[in-house]
């Protein structure tokens, strides 16, 4: 298998530091393996991709010296692949459809003890199942995976992936799922929103998988989405990559940089006559 790393931006924003520490480490890790770096739009949030950001990726990731083959893989472009997957998971009955508004799942969380605060896990909040036996038609709303039944169908002495660099509190090396943790922690995920016919989850899975990635290199704010990642792999009999997640780039205050941090845009550096040596340096790479 070719070592094949990526990099996967949402259109939905400009690059900045942040992200060119991402696509600068993927794209050399790479090179220093004689392998293949892949560029991915991932714009299945049509409300928020512009087109005008995709084409904004494409200059800041070319004037800082990466190159990429063609066609781009994007999410825009998948969305049968995510059917076929959304179709065989449901024919197991490992799906529901879910017609609950956020106000009604922060209504049911709260609900025993007044005051209670919400569990978020890496899909937002731990669901607390009100749909799951509802047996709403599948067009009714999102659809979500049924993760104590997901588990059940699983050999789960075997659920594990490799952590070549380090989750949020250290984890590294050979990272076991843990079923008690997976229904406590994650929940019945989303794997299908009713506006885009698939969520990040879904998608990342089934793309990195069509695209043999061998390596997926990211922020470590994505850590804990690998649990879900890697149990979607299992029950969709996905090939599993190696995962690298990497420190996060913060500002001066410390806070990690988000799209809105325009003044630590790529384009910003750019435009203002800096060489691209000097956002490796300011990188550190
Ligand atoms: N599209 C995601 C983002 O921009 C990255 C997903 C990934 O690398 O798995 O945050
Ligand atoms: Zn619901």
């Known amino acids: ?141 999102a659809l979500r995976l049924n993760m104590a039944k997901a588990l059940e169908s699983l050999d789960l002495s075997e659920l594990s992936f490799t952590e070549d660099g380090a989750g949020p509190a250290g984890e590294t090396g050979e990272i076991a799922l843990h079923p008690a943790q997976l229904i406590a922690q994650v929940g019945d995920v989303v794997l299908a929103r009713r506006d885009m016919g698939t969520s990040y989850h879904l998608a990342v899975v089934l793309d990195d998988a069509a695209q043999s990635v061998s390596h997926v290199l990211r922020g470590r704010d994505l850590f804990e989405a690998t649990y879900i990642h890697r149990l979607l792999q299992a029950l969709l009999d996905l090939p599993v990559p190696r995962y690298h997640h990497h420190r996060l780039i913060r500002d001066d205050s410390g806070k990690r940089l988000a799209k809105r941090d325009d003044a630590r845009a790529i384009a910003l550096y750019r435009e203002n006559g800096a060489p691209p040596a000097d956002i490796r340096a300011m990188i550190g790479l």
């Open 1 to 141: 298998m070719t070592f094949t790393t990526r990099f996967a931006p949402s259109p939905t924003g400009p690059l900045h530091l942040g992200h060119a520490y991402s696509a600068l480490l993927a794209y050399d890790l790479a090179q220093a393996q004689g392998g293949q770096f892949l560029l991915r739009i991932e714009d299945i949030d049509q409300s928020r991709a512009r087109p005008q950001w995709e084409a904004q990726i494409y200059r800041d990731l070319g004037w800082l010296g990466l190159t990429w083959p063609e066609p781009v893989m994007r999410q825009s472009e998948r969305l049968p692949a995510y059917q076929e997957a959304l179709d065989a998971l449901w024919q197991r009955g490992l799906l529901y459809a879910c017609t609950c508004k956020r106000r009604d799942i922060l209504a049911a969380t709260a609900a025993p003890q007044e005051g209670a605060e919400p569990t978020f896990g890496p899909d937002g909040i731990i669901y607390p199942g009100t749909c799951r036996d509802a047996g709403h038609a599948r067009d009714a709303g």
